[in-house]
Antibody, heavy 123, light 107 residues
Framework: QITLKESGRTLVKPTQTLTLTCSFS??????????VGWIRQPPGKALEWVAL???????RYSPSLKTRLTITKDTSENLVVLIMTNLDPVDTATYYC???????????????WGQGTLVTVSS | EIVMTQSPATLSVSPGERETLSCRAS??????LAWYQQKPGQAPRLLIY???TRATGIPARFSGSGSGTEFTLTISSLQSEDFAVYYC??????????FGQGTKVEI
């Protein structure tokens, strides 16, 4: 059974750095084709893809957020960490950790979602 | 970046009706298109992947079709539990996902 759970600070001040951790079980991030990513959703708004890391350490970022993001994985601890710098109130959102599996010739959809964690950016 | 456009933004329907939601991609995504359902306070749930394949446990009243740039999600007979927001997502570009703005299906 695949599960993902997000954790991290829920209240952050503008200009600060946010660190979110995704703890997962039921799969290994060393298995070919597996990716773990982050999706965010501002209150009452649509879903927005943020970042992805694949089993081979290929890392991808949303073009609009790229300069502020770092994603890393710890395969021994089954963790994925997202760091976002220079936070602004518009970054207030629920952040979801997600699982996908596919290949470069047959990409995969998002099969599993964490419960999400609401991050509020406010002074 | 591939832009996904969903229509309509809101759909007002009655239980038992058949409804079709649309999703358009700004360039071809082949069949690499998924649909998700999201209820208030919950994470999204995968309904359809590969444009037309139902995910595990999804009722047969949900069906997807299309390829390239035009896609539809059809709910054949709306049940009370189907009132939610539906998002399409393209995953054709390896490592770059985009979502539509969502269609809210309300009573």
């Amino acid at each position: 059974q695949i599960t993902l759970k997000e954790s991290g600070r829920t209240l952050v001040k503008p200009t600060q750095t946010l660190t979110l951790t995704c703890s997962f079980s039921g799969f290994s991030l060393t298995t070919g084709g597996v990716g773990v990513g982050w999706i965010r959703q501002p209150p009452g708004k649509a879903l927005e893809w943020v970042a992805l890391v694949y089993w081979d350490d290929d890392k991808r970022y949303s073009p609009s957020l790229k300069t502020r993001l770092t994603i890393t994985k710890d395969t021994s601890e089954n963790l994925v960490v997202l760091i976002m710098t220079n936070l602004d109130p518009v970054d207030t959102a629920t952040y979801y950790c997600v699982y996908s599996q596919g290949s470069r010739t047959a990409p995969g959809a998002i099969d599993y979602w964490g419960q999400g964690t609401l991050v509020t950016v406010s002074s | 970046e591939i832009v996904m456009t969903q229509s309509p933004a809101t759909l007002s329907v009655s239980p038992g009706e058949r409804e079709t939601l649309s999703c358009r991609a700004s360039q071809s995504v082949g069949s690499n298109l998924a649909w998700y359902q999201q209820k208030p306070g919950q994470a999204p749930r995968l309904l359809i992947y590969g444009a037309s394949t139902r995910a595990t446990g999804i009722p047969a009243r949900f069906s997807g079709s299309g390829s390239g740039t035009e896609f539809t999600l059809t709910i054949s007979s709306l049940q009370s539990e189907d009132f939610a927001v539906y998002y399409c997502q393209q995953y054709n570009d390896w490592g770059e996902w985009t979502f539509g703005q969502g269609t809210k299906v309300e009573i």
